[in-house]
């Protein structure tokens, strides 16, 4: 088990190699921005949103926000091939939640990304309760024709805290969404928020041993920022909680992938934010850095991703 893992040079199991595996080349995630909206913002469930998700898009340089979809790959596609010989793509519809709108708007949006020349799959970010059984059948028709990964936000398995920070859904209805997908073959990613407020060290670790057994096959891990303008900033001001320091967050989560089944797939090990949105942490502005510090503490103990993992 943990060979494996050390032979794709990293002590995890890193998202690259597996689209490398699957494509035989070098593969990129483009973000994308359909301007789809979240019921936990527009009343359906809730208004305004998660306490650290902020007002209107920021996953995308201003000057891409109006373009169509296509418009948006297109210009990525060349900016990238303007540094690197890459030709495969997938097109990642990121922000807020990319199922929450009729079947026949998402079926023209899927489909201008997948008319692209170079894009070879898609990744949809969205939420548990946007995935009715009518909308998984109408996405399991693209799941047999291309690549595609299910984004299901979670951020943690502990329903007291999805209410403090007014996620709408609880754990349970994340669950029955994964079940849903899973029988019809899909493969599921989760993001996890480490540091939250109110958690503690064993919540966390919790998160990972559940979370791991959920049968979800891939998992992103974000470290909490507080961008301007979000309820999390007016928390943050007010001193209600501590952020974690750089070093915490790195051997958190080392230990955290210690727990996780060595076969599911690392998307991501550390968050990003838009520098100019971006109140703290500030030692999270150097993505890259922490990378490397994680891949460092990995080494030093000799781990990998699984050795702590055991089966209930």
């Not at 922000?95 to 079947?103: D, E, K, L, Q, V």
């Not at 999270?284 to 103990?301: F, N, Q, T, V």
């Amino acid at each position: 088990m943990g060979i494996d893992i050390l032979q794709h040079k990293k002590r995890y199991n890193p998202f690259g190699q597996h689209l490398r595996e699957v494509f035989g080349e070098k593969v990129l995630k483009i973000t994308v921005d359909a301007g789809f909206s979240c019921p936990n913002r527009d009343g359906k469930v809730s208004r305004g949103g998660c306490i650290y998700c902020s007002e209107g898009s920021h996953y995308l340089p201003e000057q891409q926000r109006n373009l169509t979809v296509r418009e948006q790959l297109l210009l990525s596609i060349s900016r990238i091939k303007n540094k690197f010989n890459i030709d495969k793509f997938i097109a990642y519809f990121q922000a807020y939640s990319n199922t929450y709108s009729p079947i026949s708007n998402l079926k023209k949006l899927y489909n201008e990304a997948l008319n692209v020349d170079g894009i070879v799959g898609l990744s949809i970010g969205t939420r548990p309760d946007c995935l009715s059984n009518r909308t998984l059948d109408f996405l399991e028709d693209y799941s047999e024709k291309t690549y595609l990964w299910l984004e299901i936000g979670l951020q943690s398995i502990h329903n007291r805290t999805l209410k403090l920070i007014n996620r709408g859904h609880t754990f349970e209805q994340f669950m029955d969404a994964v079940e849903r997908a899973k029988n019809r073959g899909f493969k599921i990613c989760t993001h996890i928020i480490l540091g939250l407020p109110g958690e503690s060290y064993n919540d966390m670790i919790e998160t990972a041993k559940t979370v791991g057994e959920s049968g979800i096959d891939g998992i992103k891990l974000h470290h909490l920022h507080v961008l301007k303008g979000t309820p999390l900033e007016k928390n943050y001001i007010n001193k209600e909680f501590n952020l974690l320091d750089e070093d915490s967050y790195v051997n958190l989560v080392c230990d955290f992938l210690e727990y996780l089944p060595h076969d599911i797939i690392i998307q991501r090990l550390v968050g990003d934010a838009p520098n100019d949105r971006l109140v703290a942490p500030l030692w999270s502005l150097s993505k890259s850095d922490i990378i490397r510090a994680i891949d460092k503490e990995m080494e030093r103990r000799e781990s990998y991703q699984g050795i702590r993992f055991k089966s209930v």
